[in-house]
C-alpha cells in the first residue's frame, strides 16, 4: 500500500480515473437497487453517474494528453487515507436513507481527495482540471446532503408504507394473532383444571414458545419474497414467530401471582387489551373498519376463551 504523497502526477490522474469510475458504478448499483420502490431517488442516482462518467472522460482526455494511451490500475484500496467501503452487493436491499447518506460521504471524500492532489500538483493543467473538479464534487457533496435530508415523495411514501405492510406488519399481526387467541384455550383451560399458578405458567411458557417457534419456521417457509415483495423470509419469520411469542406471554405471566383468581383475572385484562391492540392494528394498517375489526377479533377470543375454561372445568 502506498502513501498518497508518494504518487507521482501520472499516477494520480490514474487514481482519480479509477475513483470516477467505482463511484459511477456505485451510483448504477443504488439506481438499479432503488428503481422498483424508489423511482424519484433512482432517477437522481443516474444523473449523478452520468455526471461522473463525465468527470471520468475528461480525466482521461487529459491523460491521454499527457502521458499516452496506457492507464495504470491504481484503486483506492491501494492508497493509505481512503475510507474503506462495504460493497454494494453486500448490503441489499438498499434502504434509501442508508444509501443517501452514502452518497454524501462518497462525495465529500472524493472532493477532498481532488483538493489535496490539485494542491501538490505542478502541472497547471492537471492543477485546473484537478481543481475544477474539487469544486464540482463539492456542489455533488450539496446535492448529496439534499437528497440525505428530502423528505419522499407521496408516492415513495406510499410504496414504503406498503412495503412496512408487507414486510412487517402481516407477519406481526398474523404472529400477534395467533400467540394472543392460540394459547388462550390451554392456559386459561390449566388455570381451571389444576387451580395452581405455577402449573398454569408452564402451560403458559410452552404453549407461547412452541407457537412462536412454529409460527416463525411456517412464515420463513410460506415464500421466499421474490415474487411477491414481502421481504428476507426469515427477517418475516422472525418477526412473525417474536409476536405470537409476546402475544402469548402477555396473558401467562400474570401467572406468576401465586393466586391463582387474581392472576386469571390479571390474565382477561391482559387478553382484552391484546384483542384491542390487534383490532387497532388492523385498523390502522389494513384499513379494516372499526366495527368489524373488533367484532371479529373479540368474537374469536371469546369462543376460543370459553372453550379453555369449559375443558378446564370439566
Known amino acids: 500500500m502506498r502513501s498518497f ?7 494520480v490522474l490514474a487514481l482519480a480515473i479509477s475513483l470516477e469510475e467505482e463511484d459511477a458504478r456505485i451510483y448504477d448499483s443504488f439506481a438499479d437497487g432503488l428503481r422498483e420502490n424508489h423511482p424519484e431517488s433512482a432517477a437522481k442516482f443516474n444523473e449523478m453517474r452520468q455526471e461522473e462518467d463525465g468527470h471520468r472522460h475528461r480525466l482521461l482526455d487529459l491523460y491521454r494528453q499527457r502521458f499516452g494511451d496506457h492507464v495504470p490500475l491504481i484503486r483506492r484500496q491501494d492508497v493509505r487515507g481512503f475510507v474503506s467501503r462495504r460493497p454494494v452487493w453486500l448490503v441489499r436491499p438498499l434502504g434509501l436513507k442508508t444509501v443517501q447518506k452514502e452518497a454524501e460521504l462518497m462525495e465529500l471524500e472524493t472532493k ?3 483538493e489535496a ?3 501538490r500538483t505542478t502541472d497547471a493543467g492537471i492543477r485546473q482540471l484537478l ?9 455533488h457533496a450539496q446535492t448529496a446532503e439534499r437528497l440525505a435530508d428530502t423528505k419522499l415523495s407521496e408516492a415513495e411514501a406510499d410504496r414504503q408504507k406498503r412495503l412496512f405492510v408487507l414486510q412487517v406488519v402481516q407477519p406481526g399481526l398474523a404472529g400477534l394473532m395467533d400467540g394472543s ?4 384455550a390451554p392456559l386459561f383451560a390449566a388455570a381451571f383444571a389444576t387451580h395452581n ?4 405458567l408452564l402451560v403458559g411458557l410452552a404453549a407461547s414458545l412452541g407457537a412462536g417457534i412454529s409460527m416463525g419456521f ?10 411477491t415483495g414481502r421481504g428476507h423470509p426469515w427477517a418475516r ?4 414467530g417474536l409476536m405470537t411469542t409476546v402475544g402469548g406471554l402477555g396473558h401467562s405471566l400474570p401467572y406468576l401471582i401465586p393466586n391463582y383468581r387474581t392472576a386469571t383475572a390479571i390474565a382477561v385484562v391482559v387478553v382484552m387489551i391484546e384483542l384491542g391492540v390487534i383490532a387497532w392494528v388492523r385498523h390502522r394498517f389494513m384499513d379494516t373498519p372499526w366495527t368489524p375489526a373488533v367484532v371479529q377479533v373479540v368474537f374469536g377470543g371469546i369462543l376460543v376463551f370459553l372453550v379453555g375454561v369449559l375443558i378446564g372445568s370439566s
Open 131 to 139: 481543481g475544477d473538479l474539487a469544486e464540482e464534487e463539492r456542489h
Open 181 to 184: 387467541v392460540s394459547t388462550l
Open 218 to 227: 411456517a412464515e420463513a417457509l410460506s415464500d421466499d419474497g421474490s415474487i
Open 197 to 200: 399458578s405455577f402449573q398454569t
Open 5 to 11: 504523497d508518494s504518487l507521482s502526477e501520472r499516477e
Open 237 to 240: 419469520g422472525f418477526v412473525c
Open 117 to 119: 492532489a490539485a494542491r
Open 112 to 114: 477532498r481527495f481532488y
